[in-house]
């Protein structure tokens, strides 16, 4: 329960040789044998109770959409906005940039709102793999519900769990095309949907496990933020497949936080510090948070900012 599942071992080495998966199988022999860690038992219990692996209650969950341009939202739209656990309540400006640039974009857009609850990623990495279908069927279900032809997320987890895990270890699909928010963003200022003013920052990015490794996303993100006018994209010595994981991935953020926040530190201090850029950017709210508290907590004084944050404010620029 120490391995962040990144996979970082096995893309160095030997591509075939996906020491991750043999933990998630490991985890589940242990799980059926009723010797799952209390960590992750009761993060079941929370995703049972509430539909967040941390208790966050209902209505914290939602309180990020207070103040929003748009009120209310239908029922029925052509993209469902799946805003995720870790966006809602700790990452909340990433979910405000997304709805600002996808109304700025005039998207024909959704959200669940209260009735979002949790896709699951905690229940499938910590071996529960039982519960994790119960959830899974239900979020078809309110998926279904909507009639989206499209459901973009904001957190890389919740994207490699529709994606991969559901068909891949749950047999479950989704009911609709699922993309991570930087690869719509992406098409939306490729499609010119979205125009973007000069930010004079300099900025290098960081490749979430979730999107990156597992998912093969790696363009768009950096497509993203280059084609912000005056925007200097400077890339890391160890980036895309070979990129060092910042440790809050695979349960490990709960299961053994000071490994956790030590590995956001080496990340830090290792490979973005010798950049001198203005900002650190990513694509994942764990990762957001965890290296938030590494740079916090050992005073670097680095900014952590979403991809779609950036992409917001260069929009913000622009005039309708």
């Known amino acids: 329960y120490t391995c962040s599942l990144c996979g970082l071992c096995f893309a160095q080495c030997f591509q075939e ?14 799980a059926e044998k009723g010797l799952t860690p209390a960590a992750f038992t009761e993060s079941a219990k929370s995703i049972s109770e509430v539909g967040d692996p941390s208790g966050m209650p209902v209505d914290r969950r939602v309180s990020w959409m207070k103040g929003l341009r748009q009120p209310s939202f239908p029922r029925i739209a052509d993209v469902l906005y799946w805003v995720g656990c870790v966006v809602a309540t700790r990452t909340p ?8 640039v996808m109304s700025k974009a005039e998207v024909d857009f959704t959200l669940l709102g209260e009735r979002e609850g949790c896709c699951g990623y905690v229940l499938l990495a910590s071996g529960l793999w039982n519960e ?3 959830v899974a069927l239900r979020v078809v279900k309110r998926v279904k519900e909507t009639a989206a032809r499209v459901l973009v997320t904001s957190c890389a987890g919740c994207y490699y769990t529709f994606a991969k895990l559901y068909p891949e270890v749950l047999n ?3 009911p609709c095309e699922v993309v991570h928010a930087s690869q719509f963003v992406c098409d939306l200022i490729k499609d010119g949907q979205l125009g973007l003013g000069e930010l004079n920052l300099k900025v290098t990015y960081h490749d979430p496990c979730s999107l990156g490794r597992h998912c093969n996303v790696f363009d768009e993100p950096r497509n993203a933020l280059k084609a912000v006018p005056n925007l200097k994209l400077v890339e890391m010595q160890l980036s895309k497949r070979r990129a060092r994981c910042c440790g809050a991935g695979g349960g490990l953020w709960s299961f053994n936080y000071p490994v956790s926040v ?3 530190y080496v990340r830090l201090a290792s490979d973005v510090v010798p950049l001198g850029v203005d900002a650190l950017t990513t694509a994942c709210p764990a990762c957001n948070v965890n290296l938030r508290h590494a740079s916090v907590k050992k005073s670097l004084g680095i900014k952590i900012y979403d991809v779609t944050e950036i992409i917001e404010q260069a929009a ?5």
């Open 17 to 30: 040789t996906q020491v991750r998966k043999a933990v998630m199988y490991a985890r589940r022999n242990i």
């Open 93 to 100: 400006n990433t979910a405000k940039a997304l709805v600002n």
């Open 132 to 134: 994790a279908k119960d």
């Open 172 to 174: 479950v699909e989704m």
């Open 262 to 264: 030590n590995s956001a």
């Open 316 to 320: 913000s620029i622009v005039r309708s």
